[in-house]
Structures are given as C-alpha cells and as structure tokens.
C-alpha cells in the first residue's frame, strides 16, 4: 500500500528585540507532518535560498517575515511571523544649571522617547552595576567633567547616554568710570550671557549706564545660568552747563558756544535763534560750536536765545534761554 504524508505542519517560537534595533529577536520553528528532512527560506522562494534543517533563526530585527518550508517530496507550506520591537530606552540628557550664588548648582534632565516605560526602568550615574540603579533619577552637583547615565528595563535592556558637565569659575563684578556720568561693569567668570541691572534698571546686555544724579549706584549683575553679583560705586553727576557768553574773536578763548558736558546725550538738539526767532545754527553732539555766523556773515554783538533738547534714555530735560555774543 503507499500511505499519503499528513500535511506539514508548523508551531512557530518567537522572541522580540531587547532593546529598540538591538536586533537579537529569535524565531524557532517546530515542523511536523510531510516528509523529513525539511528546508527553509526566509523571506524567499528561490531554490537557492532554501537551507537543509534550519529551524531556528537569530538575530532578527523586529518586522514581519514570510518563512517558506519544504519537505523531502516538494511539499511547501508557509508561516508568517512577527518579531515585536524592543523597549526603547532612548533618551536626552541635558545638565541644567541652577545659582543661589555665584558658582552653579547642577542637575541632569532625563526625557525619555517612550514615556510608557518610566515605571519599568531604573537609572543609574557612571556606573553599570546593577547595584548603583535606582528608581529616582535624581542626580546633583556631579563634578565638572564627563559622565553618563544609565537607563536600565526590567527585560535586560539598558543604555547609556554621554553628557559633559561644564566647570564655571565664580562670577565676579567690578565697577569702573571711565568717562563722565558712564559707570562700567567689569564682569568675569559664570556662563556669557549677562544681564545687567543699574539701579534697578534693567539694562540687557549692556554693561555701560550713564547717571543722572550724584548717588550710591548699586549694580547687579545675572548670568544665563542665573548666578549674581551686586557692587556699588558713589557718582558724582556732572551736568550739562550752558555758556552765557562767548567773544567768537579768533583768540582761543571762548570762540565757539556750545553746552558743555553733552557727551552721554547722542541725541541732543541744539537750536540757536536771533531776536527776530529766525534759526541762526543748530548743533549736535559732535558739533564743535556756534562760531557767530549765519550763511557765512558774522552776525552783531548781542543776546540770543537758544532751545537744548537732552533727549537722553533717562534724561528728556529741555533747556530754554538766552547768551550773549560779544564782538
């Protein structure tokens, strides 16, 4: 009598990714039925492809595969089979810096791809040991320098992600004058990135503020990792003066009238008016002076009236009143 082979028949075995692309899925087969011995190809019908005996297969990365299975006679059967992706322990950690001085406090901030794993991992500072894990992962003030921190699951997957820690020398703040009415800020040290404060003014990024008064001034200093510092300088504020005369002679002395002392006012307006209210010259900053003329004519001895607009950032004073050129 010839008997007839029973169907082939395949109970398939997987195991998924550990980690997310670790590729170390596994799938086994168990064939029966058919005719020994069996042959398999993944992913392929080709004659070629097909590997006596191979029932297990290592190394898979996680997807959807066709595994086609042929017994002694010809006989073929197919499985599909899926290999589940790993647990992705992907992460980003950022050193955050936080002052209550002048030298910073750290942190590092753990963000992880997949926040549905949070309650299955454990993390750890420069260390793999599983001893050193924990479920906080709570790290401070780690030395300036390299580090890296440990993600670890419950399967066995585990990470590590490199991250520096920066060394900051102490902020430092001095105050200097170098030109009328300016105090300078002199800062060293902390992270760049400095907002200055002058007399409680906020003055952004720059570190030079023009006084208006004779004072105390404090000065404060923050820098982008939050750290401060605060001087205080006394100035003794001199203020604009404004001629009452002036002999335009050709001697030297007092042969152009000008306001003294407007260097800090860029913006300032100078009007100069005969008696009649005709604009005789107006003057800038960087005006030498009035030097008596108007369309090139030397004009008579006598009083004239000007008009000053300060039209400073903090100072919008306007000055009215009169001089007299002498002849």
């Known amino acids: 009598t010839i008997s007839e082979p029973s169907s082939l028949v395949v109970e398939v075995e997987t195991t998924p990714e550990i980690c997310v692309d670790s590729q170390d899925g596994t799938i086994i087969l168990d064939i029966t039925g058919g005719t020994a011995p069996y042959s398999t190809a993944l992913n392929s019908n080709s004659d070629e492809d097909f590997v006596l005996n191979r029932t297990e297969f290592y ?6 595969y066709i595994i086609v299975i042929k017994d002694a006679n010809g006989c073929d059967t197919n499985v599909v089979v899926d290999i589940e992706s790993g647990v992705n322990l992907n992460a980003t950690v950022i050193p955050v810096y936080e002052c209550s001085g002048d030298v ?4 590092v901030n753990i963000t992880l791809e997949d926040d549905s794993v949070i309650g299955d991992v454990l993390y750890a500072i420069d260390s793999v040991d599983p001893a050193d ?3 906080n992962p709570d790290f401070r003030n780690s030395a300036p320098g390299n580090h890296y921190i440990t993600i670890a699951h419950a399967n066995g997957c585990f990470v590590t992600i490199d991250f520096v820690i920066e060394d900051f020398e102490p902020l430092t703040l001095a105050l200097e004058q170098n030109n009328m009415n300016e105090i300078t800020a002199v800062v060293e040290g902390g992270r760049e990135g400095y907002t200055y404060y002058f007399d409680g003014i906020d003055n952004g990024d720059s570190n030079t503020f023009y006084i208006t008064r004779t004072d105390t001034y404090e000065v404060r200093v923050v820098d982008e990792n939050g750290c ?19 002999t335009p002679d050709g001697d030297g002395q007092n042969d152009l009238w000008i306001p003294r002392n407007i260097e800090q006012y860029p913006e300032i307006l100078i009007k100069i008016f005969d008696r009649y209210g005709r604009v005789v010259s107006e003057q800038s900053v960087d005006s030498e002076g009035w030097d008596g003329t108007y ?13 000053v607009k300060l039209n400073g950032d903090r100072d919008e004073r306007e000055f009215v009143g009169h001089f007299t050129l002498y002849r």
Not at 295 to 307: A, C, H, I, K, R
Request: negative net charge; aromatic residues 18%; charged residues 20%.
């Open 228 to 246: 401060s510092r605060v001087a205080n300088i006394f100035m003794e504020f001199i203020d604009v003066e404004i001629p009452n005369f002036f």
């Open 59 to 64: 190394d898979m990365a996680a997807g959807n």
């Open 104 to 107: 910073p406090d750290n942190f």
């Open 295 to 307: 369309l090139d004519n030397e004009l008579p001895t006598g009083d004239y009236w000007y008009v």
């Open 133 to 135: 894990l924990q479920l």
